[in-house]
C-alpha cells in the first residue's frame, strides 16, 4: 500500500506533510512547529553511537556550548563538487550524503510514526535552479538527492519546482482562472513562476501548457544575511583592516576570503582549521595595524563562534522588519561589545540585492511575454517575503497587480503535499 509524504527541503528550514482526511497536513517535527530549521548537531564522540539531534534542538545544542559539530544550510552543498567532501564530526568522518540522508531521514521517520507505515513515496521540492547559471548543477543536485533518498530505502521519488508547489497551494484557494507571477525567496534561492491557476485548470493532470515562464538564481536569505554582515559587522573583526606586507609596505588588508567563508553557512567551519587559526595569529603578532579588531577574529574562531555570529545577524535582520534600531549583541567576544544595527543600514546594505530582486521579475515577465497590466496577482512566499523592504520592492516593480503574502515558511510544504497526491495517485 502506498504511503505518500512530501518534504519541503530548503536552506534554512523544512517541512513533510501528508494528505489526511483528503486535505494536505503539515506535520510539527518538534516544538509544535511545522517548519524546523534545517540544521544538525553531531555531539563530539558518539559518531555511530547515537543519533544527531536536528532543527531547533540543534540550534539549542549549539548555543548551549555542547561539544559537537553544527551544520546547517546543508541545502547548499547540493549540485557542487563539496556533496562528495568527507568531513569530520560526532568525533569521526563522515560524507554529506549522510548528513543530509540523517536531516531528511528523521523528517521521514516522523511521517512513519505518524502513519504507523514505512514511506513508500516521497516528493522533494527542489529550486528551479540550484546554481545561478549553472543547469549541469541541477541534474547532479537531482543526481546526488536520489542518492540520499536511496540509502534511505524509499523506492520512490519525484521532485517538483518549489514555486510550482507555491502556486498550487494558492490555486487550492480560487474560484475564477488568474494569470499569477508566483515569487519564492528561500534561505538559498529565489524563484519565479508565472501561470495560469484556476479550479478547472487543477483537475488537468499535465498543467505544462499552464507555465508560461520560470527562473530562478541564488538569491536567498542567505545572501541578504551575507550582505548585512559583511557590510555592517564584519569590519569589526577585521575586514578592510590594513596590515603590513612582509617587505614592510603598507597597503594590504585582512584576506576577504576570512569573511567572505565566516558569512557562508556551509564553509563557516573551514575557518575553525588550525591552519587558518595560525594564519590570524601570524598577522595579529606581526602585521597589524588594528590588533584590537584581530583579537575579535581570533577569539570569535577560537570559541567557533561563527554560526553564533551569524544566527545573531539573521535575528538582528527579522527585528529589523518592525524596528527601526537593534543592538547586535557581541558581550561574548568582548565585554560591553554592541553594535546598533538599523533600517537604513540594512536597506543600503542589501541594495544589490533588492535590485536584482526586480531585475528577476522584469526578466521573468519578459520570458513570458506578458506585461505587468496583464498580471491578475502576485503571490510572495518563502522566509524573506515577510521583510517590509522585499514587500516594497515587488510592489514598487508591479504597482498595479494585487499582491498576497502566503505562509512564508509552508506555503511550498502545502503544496508538494497537493502535487505528491495527485503524481503518484494518477
Do not use: C
Amino acid at each position: 500500500m502506498q504511503n505518500i509524504a512530501a518534504i519541503d527541503f530548503g536552506t534554512s528550514n523544512s517541512t513533510i506533510g501528508l494528505m489526511q482526511g483528503g486535505k494536505p497536513v503539515l506535520l510539527s517535527p518538534e516544538d509544535g512547529k511545522r517548519a524546523v530549521p534545517t540544521a544538525l548537531f553531531f555531539p563530539h564522540g558518539t559518531l555511530g553511537q547515537s543519533k544527531p539531534v536536528h532543527g531547533n534542538s540543534a540550534i539549542r545544542a549549539y548555543l548551549n556550548e555542547d561539544q559537537g559539530r553544527f551544520l546547517r544550510g546543508l541545502k547548499s552543498v547540493l549540485g557542487t563538487n563539496l556533496f562528495d567532501e568527507i568531513t569530520w564530526a560526532g568525533g569521526g568522518t563522515i560524507t554529506f550524503l549522510e548528513i543530509i540522508a540523517a536531516y531528511i531521514g528523521w523528517l521521514t521517520g516522523i511521517a512513519e510514526a505518524e502513519t504507523g507505515r514505512p514511506i513508500t513515496h516521497l516528493m522533494l521540492g527542489r529550486p528551479v535552479h540550484f546554481l545561478t547559471n549553472q543547469p549541469e548543477a541541477d541534474a547532479l543536485a537531482e543526481a546526488q538527492l536520489r542518492s540520499v533518498v536511496a540509502s534511505l530505502g524509499i523506492p520512490n521519488l519525484a521532485f517538483l519546482a518549489e514555486p510550482l508547489a507555491a502556486a498550487y497551494h494558492y490555486e487550492h484557494t480560487l474560484t475564477n482562472e488568474e494569470l499569477a507571477l508566483i515569487i519564492d525567496i528561500g534561505g538559498g534561492t529565489a524563484d519565479f513562476s508565472l501561470l495560469r491557476l484556476g479550479p478547472k485548470l487543477a483537475e488537468n493532470p499535465d498543467r505544462s501548457a499552464d507555465i508560461l515562464a520560470t527562473h530562478g538564481l541564488r538569491l536567498g536569505g542567505a545572501m541578504i544575511d551575507q550582505s548585512f554582515a559583511l557590510a555592517e559587522v564584519m569590519p569589526t573583526f577585521g575586514m578592510g583592516s590594513e596590515i603590513a606586507g612582509y617587505t614592510g609596505a603598507k597597503g594590504l588588508t585582512v584576506p576577504m576570503g576570512y569573511f567572505m567563508q565566516l558569512t557562508t553557512w556551509h564553509r563557516i567551519h573551514r575557518m575553525y582549521e588550525k591552519a587558518t587559526l595560525q594564519e590570524v595569529r601570524t598577522i595579529l603578532n606581526q602585521e597589524a595595524t588594528e590588533p584590537e579588531k584581530l583579537e575579535r577574529l581570533l577569539t570569535l574562531l577560537e570559541e567557533r563562534g561563527g554560526h553564533r555570529l551569524m544566527l545573531d545577524v539573521e535575528h538582528a535582520k527579522i527585528a529589523l522588519s518592525t524596528e527601526a534600531e537593534t543592538l547586535l549583541n557581541l558581550n561574548w567576544i568582548e565585554k560591553s561589545l554592541a553594535l546598533p544595527l538599523t533600517q537604513p543600514a540594512l536597506k543600503t546594505s542589501i541594495h544589490g540585492w533588492l535590485t536584482t530582486l526586480t531585475e528577476s521579475i522584469q526578466h521573468t515577465l519578459h520570458l513570458a511575454g506578458v506585461s505587468r497590466s496583464q498580471l491578475t496577482t502576485v503571490f510572495v512566499t518563502g522566509g524573506p517575503s515577510a521583510m517590509p523592504l522585499v514587500q516594497a520592492t515587488i510592489r514598487e516593480a508591479l504597482p498595479t497587480s494585487r499582491i498576497l503574502v502566503g505562509d512564508q515558511l509552508t506555503s511550498v510544504g502545502t503544496g508538494l503535499v497537493l502535487a505528491a497526491h495527485r503524481h503518484f495517485s494518477a
